[in-house]
């Protein structure tokens, strides 16, 4: 007998009970897009911290203390200490910002010009001009605060005034208030690693010493003239400043980042799996139903010379094919859940999902939604699509036997 | 009718065991079939009629005793070869035809050919010659639950002659039929015996045996009664 004629019976057997076939491809299907779905958002989201950590770059580490105040003394120290290529001092403080009538929160940088641009890579100015490193009031405005009315229309535009009511940086409890001058709008950066562009508001380290009313830094960045001197520096650092002293190289978040992601996505990926297997127990359930359905037809089949071995392969295209569809099916609709997903999840669940951030307590970066772009990994797609047509014909392989090796006498007499 | 016998049954035994108990549907059957006859085996239910028919049909292998076809004996062929002996040499024609719902009429005749290789264009010329001469063309494409149950018996027969057999074994083909189709049925066995066919049909409808020229009575596994007509 032809495989061919097999298939195509197997098919025909399948397609007289529309409802159940399809309910048992839906069960596979959901089974595979749940395995591509889910891996895709865990290896999106990793990709998304690693990629913003690494615009930081290898060289970086973040260096704050928690006991004492970061003054320019330690700037220098620092800056002198073998192996340091540079020293970003940055103050920091939350905001809430008075725009059009509303108040808006926001995070304040004190951070020279030329730093910033260090930072962000490029400064990307839509609409006015960059501040100078003086102690005039000049603010760069985060693209979210801006067009936070979500229309085209800028709220903040260069020149205007805006009020500004800190809320004090690390050490500090008071809140003060304070106008300042928008200079320039910046384009949208989309999410971080520590800074989240879109919602803060950049001045100059003088007029943030000056509005702040403080001389002591909130954290420093420190570039190292290679990154093979991450670890030396690091170790000089915590000699210094002892065990109080946060030492965070983007090189290390990357690297736990990945493993975590990884583990993640083998938690995710089983959690998925468990629902292809559900299915495939849905597929074994409704084969020895069908097939004790069937049993005089597979009687009359033996009847007609068909071999035990027929019998087996019909039933088992039967799993095949529902397998095969349910995979080609589950993989196409797992890609476009994939990039569904973030939309759902950006918008609601992941509102308070930050890139990591190095200080124990208080997070950085505003009140910005996390934005990634999921990954379809093709090897997880490939191992997801075969997968299914594999559960589905192991599945099958019971009630294929039991239908094979059944006594045609008595399947001729079932009733 | 040849004098050779086609078929020689000897000694045939068949015992069901349900546990310790023994239950005989056969004791000794011994009978010669021959090529092209028209043989209606009778007898009340319970006598055997069916497990002979099986036994015939290679459905079933025998307790005790052989079973000579073409001078070769059933009991050594292994499964395999059975299903290949019953694809060739053997025409079921069932009670409750036993069609596949989820093929066309055509299909279902096309099933014995399938088994057998035969490539799908041959086939369906082939199954279209056979249902011509039994049925008229509207009923070729559709689903056997879609026309009368006379139809559909003659739809069976025309699968049973799909690989053309030498055997045609009915089970009670007239069961589920009314008086007119089951005469239509016998005129197509006894047309296909003049052909050339060995028809063995078991029945308990007494009036049908007068198509057959013999008729065998069993009663309790045993060969009570042959009547040549």
């Known amino acids: 007998m032809r495989a061919k004629d097999m298939i195509i019976l197997a098919y025909k057997a399948l397609w007289t009970h529309k409802l159940r076939t399809s309910l048992l491809i839906?069960?596979?299907?959901?089974?595979?897009?749940?395995?591509?779905?889910?891996?895709?958002?865990?290896?999106g989201i990793g990709k998304s911290i690693v990629s913003s950590l690494q615009k930081l770059g290898p060289d970086t580490l973040i260096f704050n203390v928690f006991n004492r105040r970061l003054t320019d003394t330690d700037v220098a120290l620092i800056r002198s200490l073998d192996g340091v290529?540079?020293?970003?001092?940055?103050?920091?403080?939350?905001?809430?910002?008075?725009?059009?009538?509303?108040?808006?929160?926001?995070?304040?940088?004190?951070?020279?010009?030329?730093?910033?641009?260090?930072?962000?890579?490029?400064?990307?100015?839509?609409?006015?001009e960059i501040y100078q490193d003086s102690s005039a009031p000049m603010a760069l405005v985060g693209y979210q605060l801006a067009y936070s009315n979500s229309s085209d229309t800028p709220m903040i535009i260069p020149g205007q005034m805006i009020l500004v009511a800190t809320r004090g940086g690390f050490f500090s409890t008071s809140s003060a208030t304070a106008s300042l001058i928008v200079s320039g709008v910046l384009d949208s950066y989309g999410s971080m690693f520590l800074i989240s562009p879109d919602t803060s508001i950049f001045i100059s380290l003088q007029a943030a010493s000056k509005m702040l009313r403080r001389t002591w830094y909130d954290m420093l960045i420190i570039k190292v003239s290679d990154p093979s001197y991450l670890d030396m520096v690091s170790e000089t650092l915590r000699n210094i400043y002892g065990s109080t002293a946060s030492v965070t190289s983007p090189t290390q978040i990357i690297q736990t980042t990945q493993n975590i992601v990884i583990q993640l996505s083998i938690?995710?990926?089983g959690i998925a799996a468990i629902s292809?297997?559900?299915?495939?127990?849905?597929?074994?359930?409704?084969?020895?139903?069908?097939?004790?359905?069937?049993?005089?037809?597979?009687?009359?089949?033996?009847?007609?010379?068909?071999?035990?071995?027929?019998?087996?392969?019909?039933?088992?295209?039967?799993?095949?094919?529902?397998?095969?569809?349910?995979?080609?099916?589950?993989?196409?609709?797992?890609?476009?859940?994939?990039?569904?997903?973030?939309?759902?999840?950006?918008?609601?669940?992941?509102?308070?999902?930050?890139a990591p951030m190095y200080t124990a307590g208080r997070g950085f970066g505003g009140g910005v939604a996390f934005s990634y772009t999921p990954y379809i990994n093709p090897v997880m797609m490939l191992v997801a699509f075969a997968l299914a047509?594999?559960?589905?014909?192991?599945?099958?392989?019971?009630?294929?036997?039991?239908?094979?090796?059944?006594?045609?006498?008595?399947?001729?007499?079932?009733e | 009718m040849s004098d050779e016998?086609?078929?020689?049954?000897?000694?045939?035994?068949?015992?069901?065991?349900?546990?310790?108990l023994e239950s005989p549907a056969l004791r000794g059957v011994s009978l010669d079939i021959y090529k092209g006859e028209f043989l209606s085996i009778i007898g009340p239910s319970g006598s055997g009629k069916t497990t002979l028919l099986n036994l015939l049909g290679a459905l079933d292998r025998p307790t005790k005793g052989e079973i000579l076809f073409e001078k070769i004996s059933l009991n050594k062929l292994s499964p395999d070869q059975l299903a290949e002996f019953r694809n060739k040499k053997i025409g079921?024609?069932?009670?409750?035809?036993?069609?596949?719902?989820?093929?066309?009429?055509?299909?279902?005749?096309?099933?014995?050919?399938?088994?057998?290789?035969?490539p799908p264009k041959i086939r369906r010329e082939k199954a279209l010659k056979i249902l011509g001469e039994l049925l008229p063309e509207e009923v070729f494409y559709k689903r056997?639950?879609?026309?009368?149950s006379g139809e559909q018996q003659r739809v069976a027969i025309a699968r049973a002659l799909a690989n053309d057999p030498d055997v045609i074994l009915a089970d009670e083909p007239t069961g589920n039929l009314d008086s007119s189709n089951a005469h239509v049925v016998m005129r197509i066995f006894r047309k296909l015996r003049d052909e050339g066919k060995t028809i063995v049909m078991v029945t308990h409808n007494q009036e049908l045996t007068s198509y057959a020229d013999r008729v065998v009575r069993l009663r309790d596994g045993q060969i009570v009664e042959v009547i040549k007509r």
Do not use: C
Request: proline content about 4%; hydrophobic content about 50%; aromatic content about 6%.
């Open chain 2, 5 to 20: 016998p086609l078929i020689r049954l000897l000694d045939v035994w068949k015992i069901y065991r349900i546990g310790k």
């Open chain 1, 26 to 43: 839906l069960s596979v299907i959901i089974g595979v897009a749940a395995i591509v779905a889910l891996t895709a958002q865990t290896e």
């Open chain 1, 85 to 128: 290529r540079d020293v970003i001092p940055i103050i920091r403080s939350e905001a809430s910002v008075n725009i059009g009538g509303n108040i808006v929160s926001a995070t304040i940088y004190g951070i020279n010009i030329e730093d910033l641009e260090k930072l962000l890579g490029d400064i990307k100015v839509i609409n006015g």
């Open chain 1, 389 to 414: 047509p594999t559960v589905s014909v192991i599945s099958s392989l019971y009630p294929a036997w039991r239908a094979s090796k059944m006594d045609p006498v008595r399947a001729l007499r079932y």
């Open chain 2, 92 to 118: 079921f024609v069932f009670q409750s035809f036993n069609l596949l719902n989820h093929l066309t009429v055509v299909e279902n005749v096309e099933i014995p050919m399938m088994v057998l290789g035969v």
């Open chain 1, 267 to 269: 938690l995710l990926g």
């Open chain 2, 144 to 148: 056997p639950i879609e026309i009368s």
């Open chain 1, 276 to 354: 292809l297997a559900t299915a495939s127990l849905g597929v074994l359930n409704m084969m020895i139903v069908t097939v004790t359905e069937r049993t005089r037809e597979i009687g009359t089949l033996k009847a007609l010379g068909f071999k035990d071995r027929h019998i087996l392969m019909q039933i088992l295209f039967e799993g095949f094919i529902i397998g095969l569809v349910g995979g080609v099916l589950g993989v196409i609709i797992g890609v476009a859940v994939s990039y569904m997903l973030p939309n759902i999840l950006g918008g609601s669940l992941l509102r308070g999902f930050r």
